[in-house]
Nanobody, 121 residues
Framework: QVQLVESGGGLVQPGGSLTLSCAAS????????MRWYRHTPGQQRELVAE???????KYADFVKGRFTISRDNAKNTMYLRMNSLKPEDTAVYYC???????????????WGQGTQVTISA
């Protein structure tokens, strides 16, 4: 069983910064592409950024230049550094990973439980 656990959310003033973490745990797995999504009530979940196992990154236009995705493969952890935060960045942020299970030789997708980010004065 592979689990993803997010942390680092909270309440920040506009213009502030936060760093989210997503840690994977379990046995017999490797992580391929990992992603951050966010969801606001009444809207569809949207992709924020993604990073491959080799470190290639992609960003949604609405976070380019403000957010930075990274990962530490040795720690099975992904990060999202968020700068210049805006009220419209308020959402629940979820991590997602493409996971390879070596014992059963299969690929699965996993989601974390989400972490709330609130940007407000």
């Amino acid at each position: 069983q592979v689990q993803l656990v997010e942390s680092g959310g909270g309440l920040v003033q506009p213009g502030g910064s936060l760093t989210l973490s997503c840690a994977a745990s379990g046995r017999g797995f490797s992580l391929n592409t990992m992603r951050w999504y966010r969801h606001t009530p009444g809207q569809q979940r949207e992709l924020v950024a993604e990073i491959t196992s080799g470190g290639s990154t992609k960003y949604a236009d609405f976070v380019k230049g403000r957010f930075t995705i990274s990962r530490d493969n040795a720690k099975n952890t992904m990060y999202l550094r968020m700068n210049s935060l805006k009220p419209e960045d308020t959402a629940v942020y979820y991590c997602n990973a493409d996971v390879y299970l070596s014992v059963v030789k299969s690929h699965i997708g996993r989601w974390g439980q989400g972490t709330q980010v609130t940007i407000s004065a």
